[in-house]
T-cell receptor
Framework: DAKTTQPPSMDCAEGRAANLPCNHS???????VYWYRQIHSQGPQYIIH???NNETNEMASLIITEDRKSSTLILPHATLRDTAVYYC??????FGTGTRLKVLA | GAGVSQSPSNKVTEKGKDVELRCDPI?????LYWYRQSLGQGLEFLIY????????KSGLPSDRFSAERTGGSVSTLTIQRTQQEDSAVYLC???????????FGEGSWLTVV
Protein backbone atom coordinates (compact mmCIF):
# COMPACT_ATOMS: atom_id res chain seq x y z
CA ASP A 1 0.00 0.00 0.00
CA ALA A 2 1.95 2.97 -1.32
CA LYS A 3 -0.35 5.63 0.18
CA THR A 4 0.26 7.88 -2.83
CA THR A 5 -1.30 8.01 -6.29
CA GLN A 6 0.34 9.58 -9.31
CA PRO A 7 -0.50 9.61 -13.04
CA PRO A 8 1.69 7.08 -14.83
CA SER A 9 2.98 9.48 -17.46
CA MET A 10 3.00 13.11 -18.58
CA ASP A 11 4.50 15.14 -21.41
CA CYS A 12 5.72 18.71 -21.16
CA ALA A 13 7.15 21.09 -23.75
CA GLU A 14 10.69 22.25 -23.17
CA GLY A 15 10.78 25.64 -21.45
CA ARG A 16 7.28 25.29 -20.07
CA ALA A 17 6.35 24.54 -16.47
CA ALA A 18 5.85 20.89 -15.60
CA ASN A 19 3.20 20.35 -12.93
CA LEU A 20 3.28 16.87 -11.44
CA PRO A 21 0.38 15.94 -9.13
CA CYS A 22 0.32 13.50 -6.25
CA ASN A 23 -2.66 12.35 -4.24
CA HIS A 24 -2.03 11.38 -0.61
CA SER A 25 -5.50 11.50 0.90
CA UNK A 26 -4.61 9.30 3.89
CA UNK A 27 -1.60 11.35 4.98
CA UNK A 28 -1.15 11.70 8.74
CA UNK A 29 -0.73 15.06 10.45
CA UNK A 30 2.98 14.65 11.07
CA UNK A 31 3.95 13.04 7.76
CA UNK A 32 5.99 15.06 5.32
CA VAL A 33 5.59 14.97 1.55
CA TYR A 34 8.84 14.09 -0.24
CA TRP A 35 9.59 14.20 -3.95
CA TYR A 36 12.35 12.32 -5.75
CA ARG A 37 13.30 11.76 -9.34
CA GLN A 38 15.05 8.91 -11.09
CA ILE A 39 16.86 9.39 -14.38
CA HIS A 40 17.21 6.16 -16.38
CA SER A 41 18.19 3.56 -13.80
CA GLN A 42 20.34 5.74 -11.60
CA GLY A 43 19.51 5.87 -7.92
CA PRO A 44 16.57 8.16 -7.14
CA GLN A 45 17.57 11.70 -6.23
CA TYR A 46 15.89 13.79 -3.55
CA ILE A 47 14.25 16.98 -4.86
CA ILE A 48 12.23 18.69 -2.16
CA HIS A 49 9.96 18.09 0.82
CA UNK A 50 7.35 19.91 2.87
CA UNK A 51 4.85 19.53 5.68
CA UNK A 52 2.10 22.04 5.01
CA ASN A 53 3.68 25.20 3.69
CA ASN A 54 4.69 25.63 0.07
CA GLU A 55 8.40 25.15 -0.47
CA THR A 56 10.87 26.25 -3.13
CA ASN A 57 14.48 25.39 -3.78
CA GLU A 58 16.85 25.63 -6.71
CA MET A 59 15.35 22.55 -8.34
CA ALA A 60 11.60 22.91 -7.92
CA SER A 61 8.60 24.22 -6.03
CA LEU A 62 6.21 22.17 -3.94
CA ILE A 63 2.60 23.20 -3.48
CA ILE A 64 0.63 21.35 -0.78
CA THR A 65 -3.12 21.81 -0.56
CA GLU A 66 -4.55 23.21 2.65
CA ASP A 67 -6.12 19.86 3.59
CA ARG A 68 -2.76 18.19 2.76
CA LYS A 69 -4.47 15.50 0.72
CA SER A 70 -2.58 16.34 -2.44
CA SER A 71 0.48 18.15 -3.66
CA THR A 72 2.04 19.36 -6.90
CA LEU A 73 5.69 19.42 -7.84
CA ILE A 74 6.46 22.27 -10.20
CA LEU A 75 9.50 22.38 -12.46
CA PRO A 76 9.23 26.02 -13.60
CA HIS A 77 11.15 25.77 -16.89
CA ALA A 78 11.46 22.13 -17.89
CA THR A 79 14.52 21.07 -19.86
CA LEU A 80 15.24 17.85 -21.73
CA ARG A 81 17.37 16.76 -18.79
CA ASP A 82 14.27 16.78 -16.58
CA THR A 83 12.97 13.73 -18.44
CA ALA A 84 12.74 11.18 -15.62
CA VAL A 85 10.40 9.27 -13.34
CA TYR A 86 9.15 11.39 -10.44
CA TYR A 87 8.08 9.79 -7.17
CA CYS A 88 6.23 11.32 -4.26
CA UNK A 89 6.42 9.68 -0.85
CA UNK A 90 4.61 10.25 2.42
CA UNK A 91 4.35 7.02 4.31
CA UNK A 92 7.55 5.83 5.94
CA UNK A 93 9.84 4.50 3.22
CA UNK A 94 7.23 3.26 0.76
CA PHE A 95 7.25 4.77 -2.73
CA GLY A 96 4.40 4.84 -5.22
CA THR A 97 4.68 3.91 -8.86
CA GLY A 98 5.74 7.40 -9.96
CA THR A 99 5.08 9.59 -12.99
CA ARG A 100 7.21 9.21 -16.10
CA LEU A 101 7.75 12.77 -17.33
CA LYS A 102 8.89 13.26 -20.90
CA VAL A 103 10.07 16.75 -21.83
CA LEU A 104 9.62 17.36 -25.54
CA ALA A 105 11.86 19.56 -27.67
CA GLY B 1 31.88 8.72 2.44
CA ALA B 2 29.85 11.49 0.88
CA GLY B 3 27.03 9.27 -0.33
CA VAL B 4 25.60 5.77 -0.15
CA SER B 5 28.06 3.33 -1.67
CA GLN B 6 27.06 -0.03 -3.14
CA SER B 7 29.10 -2.92 -4.48
CA PRO B 8 29.35 -4.59 -6.84
CA SER B 9 27.86 -2.19 -9.36
CA ASN B 10 27.23 -5.09 -11.72
CA LYS B 11 27.00 -8.81 -11.06
CA VAL B 12 26.28 -11.65 -13.46
CA THR B 13 25.68 -14.98 -11.78
CA GLU B 14 24.50 -18.40 -12.77
CA LYS B 15 21.10 -19.64 -11.72
CA GLY B 16 21.32 -21.46 -8.41
CA LYS B 17 24.36 -19.59 -7.11
CA ASP B 18 24.31 -17.36 -4.02
CA VAL B 19 25.11 -13.64 -4.27
CA GLU B 20 25.96 -10.97 -1.72
CA LEU B 21 25.37 -7.29 -2.28
CA ARG B 22 26.99 -4.73 -0.05
CA CYS B 23 25.84 -1.28 1.08
CA ASP B 24 27.82 1.37 2.91
CA PRO B 25 25.39 4.07 4.11
CA ILE B 26 26.08 7.74 4.72
CA UNK B 27 28.05 8.15 7.93
CA UNK B 28 25.77 8.81 10.90
CA UNK B 29 22.61 7.52 9.23
CA UNK B 30 20.85 5.11 11.54
CA UNK B 31 18.19 3.98 9.08
CA LEU B 32 19.03 1.80 6.10
CA TYR B 33 16.75 0.42 3.40
CA TRP B 34 16.94 -2.07 0.55
CA TYR B 35 14.75 -1.83 -2.54
CA ARG B 36 14.48 -3.88 -5.71
CA GLN B 37 13.68 -2.40 -9.10
CA SER B 38 12.93 -4.65 -12.04
CA LEU B 39 13.29 -3.24 -15.54
CA GLY B 40 10.77 -0.47 -16.14
CA GLN B 41 9.14 -0.96 -12.75
CA GLY B 42 8.89 1.07 -9.57
CA LEU B 43 10.75 0.82 -6.27
CA GLU B 44 9.85 -2.37 -4.43
CA PHE B 45 10.62 -2.12 -0.72
CA LEU B 46 12.50 -5.11 0.71
CA ILE B 47 13.73 -4.37 4.24
CA TYR B 48 14.33 -1.54 6.70
CA UNK B 49 17.03 -1.43 9.36
CA UNK B 50 17.15 0.85 12.37
CA UNK B 51 20.62 0.40 13.75
CA UNK B 52 21.41 -3.30 13.51
CA UNK B 53 17.85 -4.54 13.86
CA UNK B 54 15.26 -4.92 11.13
CA UNK B 55 11.84 -3.84 12.42
CA UNK B 56 10.34 -4.24 8.95
CA LYS B 57 11.35 -7.05 6.66
CA SER B 58 7.91 -7.44 5.15
CA GLY B 59 9.10 -6.83 1.60
CA LEU B 60 11.51 -9.75 1.36
CA PRO B 61 9.95 -11.86 -1.43
CA SER B 62 11.01 -15.29 -0.18
CA ASP B 63 13.20 -17.03 2.36
CA ARG B 64 15.99 -17.05 -0.22
CA PHE B 65 16.44 -13.36 0.58
CA SER B 66 18.10 -12.21 3.78
CA ALA B 67 19.94 -9.14 4.99
CA GLU B 68 22.03 -8.12 7.92
CA ARG B 69 23.61 -4.96 9.21
CA THR B 70 26.60 -4.81 11.49
CA GLY B 71 28.05 -2.02 13.61
CA GLY B 72 25.11 0.17 12.70
CA SER B 73 26.77 0.74 9.36
CA VAL B 74 27.46 -1.68 6.51
CA SER B 75 24.67 -3.94 5.32
CA THR B 76 24.72 -7.07 3.18
CA LEU B 77 21.79 -8.39 1.17
CA THR B 78 22.13 -12.09 0.39
CA ILE B 79 20.16 -13.96 -2.24
CA GLN B 80 20.49 -17.73 -2.09
CA ARG B 81 19.91 -20.10 -4.98
CA THR B 82 19.33 -17.24 -7.40
CA GLN B 83 16.57 -17.48 -9.99
CA GLN B 84 16.20 -15.61 -13.26
CA GLU B 85 13.35 -13.55 -11.82
CA ASP B 86 15.81 -12.14 -9.27
CA SER B 87 17.44 -10.16 -12.07
CA ALA B 88 16.97 -6.49 -11.16
CA VAL B 89 18.68 -3.44 -9.76
CA TYR B 90 19.06 -3.64 -5.99
CA LEU B 91 19.08 -0.17 -4.46
CA CYS B 92 20.28 0.65 -0.99
CA UNK B 93 19.35 3.88 0.76
CA UNK B 94 19.89 5.51 4.13
CA UNK B 95 18.48 8.33 6.21
CA UNK B 96 19.39 10.10 9.44
CA UNK B 97 16.35 8.54 11.04
CA UNK B 98 13.25 6.78 9.84
CA UNK B 99 10.91 9.16 8.06
CA UNK B 100 13.60 11.65 7.12
CA UNK B 101 14.98 12.36 3.67
CA UNK B 102 16.16 9.10 2.12
CA UNK B 103 19.38 9.09 0.08
CA PHE B 104 19.99 6.36 -2.48
CA GLY B 105 23.06 4.65 -3.80
CA GLU B 106 23.52 3.96 -7.50
CA GLY B 107 22.44 0.35 -7.16
CA SER B 108 23.78 -3.09 -7.88
CA TRP B 109 22.67 -4.52 -11.21
CA LEU B 110 22.12 -8.26 -10.85
CA THR B 111 21.70 -10.51 -13.85
CA VAL B 112 20.95 -14.20 -13.32
CA VAL B 113 21.69 -16.34 -16.37
Amino acid sequence: DAKTTQPPSMDCAEGRAANLPCNHSTISGNEYVYWYRQIHSQGPQYIIHGLKNNETNEMASLIITEDRKSSTLILPHATLRDTAVYYCRTYKYIFGTGTRLKVLA
Amino acid sequence: GAGVSQSPSNKVTEKGKDVELRCDPISGHTALYWYRQSLGQGLEFLIYFQGNSAPDKSGLPSDRFSAERTGGSVSTLTIQRTQQEDSAVYLCASSFDSGNTIYFGEGSWLTVV
